[in-house]
């Protein structure tokens, strides 16, 4: 069996295991992966929209949005990934900094945010302010839970407790700490 999108995790001690998964997994036999031409098209279309539509591990928390900005993307930087041999890894943890233009629901400031986003890549920074949906983390800021238009439709009612955040740092690093191993990785300077 191959996995074409994998369960990775930003949390994860570089010498242990895992600590929370937040990217589906679905296996498949390798013979299908490694077909030739129109098997492996299909197959990765198949895993594409399966991915897509697979249980994420946030999916059990309550799918409201606790503010709703208008902001642009300053910045946007990837976690490092696990080593995967046989993976094909769809979406992870990434950092995206944002610069607030407008609240028009919710406690933000206007001014530069980082929020906490789960993506397959980096999104279009050509497209200006964009409306964003925002959910209170209990690290104390906020994961992406919609934006251009996609995102829960209701607003969490009073009392809702906070979400887990997408990238959970432990108690041996920071997330300041996971975005510097972003950057380095990546050479985002």
Same mark, same amino acid.
Request: with cysteine.
């Given at each position: 069996?191959? $996995?074409?999108?994998?369960?990775?995790?930003?949390? +994860?001690?570089?010498?242990?295991?895992?600590?929370r998964t937040f990217v589906q997994a679905i296996d498949f036999p390798s013979s299908i992966v490694n077909g030739d031409g129109m098997f492996r098209i299909a197959s990765l279309l198949v895993t594409s929209i399966a991915c897509s #539509?697979? /249980?994420?591990?946030?999916?059990? *928390?309550?799918?409201c949005y606790d503010a *709703?900005?208008?902001?642009?993307i300053t910045g946007q930087t990837p976690t490092v990934m696990r080593d995967c041999d046989d993976c094909i890894i769809m979406r992870w943890p990434w950092f995206v900094a @944002?610069?607030? +233009? %407008?609240?028009? #629901? &919710?406690?933000?400031a %206007? &001014? /530069?945010?980082?929020? @906490? $986003?789960?993506?397959?890549s980096g999104l279009r920074t050509d497209r200006g302010i964009v409306r964003w949906k925002l959910r209170n983390n209990t690290l104390g800021g906020f994961n992406v839970v919609g934006a251009f238009g996609s995102g829960p439709e209701t607003r969490c009612p009073t009392g809702t407790p906070p979400a887990r /955040?997408?990238?959970?740092? &432990?108690?041996?690093?920071? @997330?300041?700490?996971? %975005?510097r191993e972003g950057e380095e990785r990546y050479s985002f300077h």
């Open positions: 069996m191959m $996995s074409l999108c994998v369960r990775a995790n930003a949390s +994860a001690d570089p010498m242990g295991a895992p600590r #539509f697979a /249980p994420n591990a946030v999916a059990q *928390e309550e799918a *709703e900005i208008s902001a642009s @944002l610069e607030v +233009a %407008r609240t028009h #629901f &919710g406690d933000v %206007r &001014g /530069p945010l980082t929020v @906490l $986003s789960v993506q397959h /955040p997408f990238i959970d740092p &432990g108690t041996q690093r920071t @997330l300041d700490d996971i %975005r």
